[in-house]
């Protein structure tokens, strides 16, 4: 099979994570930013799309936002989302402009996000004059644990 880049993510200053094809049994491999070797690694639990599968961001990529990572908040219609916050994620496309109607983050516009894979609403990407984050919906969410190294 094919490997494919799906996901990279910056675990620090040293190295990368490339996610690898999750159909595949999660094979990851770690890169050396300065001397450009791979060596296999785990970069956590993946966290896929729950309608599709796809892959959408790691368990690495969790961020706290006003002191924590889940929030639960209802829209304006009074549906209530359980969301997580997320430094970055992969394979989510923004349908919508920009809002700051009923920001559930003062100072943050909001965008909603759907999987570019089977179009679920995900989530929503939030973004202030300085910091940037994605509030995805957890129960659309499914997590699939690495394999052993
Ligand atoms: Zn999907």
Same mark, same amino acid.
């Given at each position: 099979m094919r490997q494919r880049i799906v996901a990279q993510s &910056? +675990?620090? @200053?040293?190295a990368i994570v490339l996610c690898r094809? &999750?159909?595949?049994?999660s094979v990851h491999v770690v890169k050396d930013r300065q001397s450009g070797a791979e060596r296999h690694g785990r970069c956590g639990p993946v966290i896929v799309c729950? $309608?599709?599968?796809?892959m959408l961001t790691n368990a690495t990529a969790r961020t706290m936002i006003n002191g924590s990572h889940e929030h639960t908040f209802d829209n304006p219609h009074g549906v209530r989302f359980r969301i997580g916050c997320f430094a970055w994620v992969s394979?989510?496309? +923004? +349908?919508m402009p920009a809002s700051i109607y009923? $920001?559930?983050?003062?100072g943050h516009a909001w965008q909603v996000e759907v999987c570019? @894979?089977?179009?679920?609403?995900?989530g929503w990407l939030f973004r202030s004059a300085d910091s940037t984050f994605h509030g995805l919906i957890l129960d659309r969410l499914m997590e699939l644990d690495q394999e052993p190294d």
């Open positions: &910056i +675990v620090d @200053r040293r094809g &999750i159909t595949e049994g729950s $309608s599709c599968r796809q394979h989510c496309e +923004v +349908v009923w $920001s559930w983050f003062p570019s @894979r089977c179009g679920e609403h995900l």
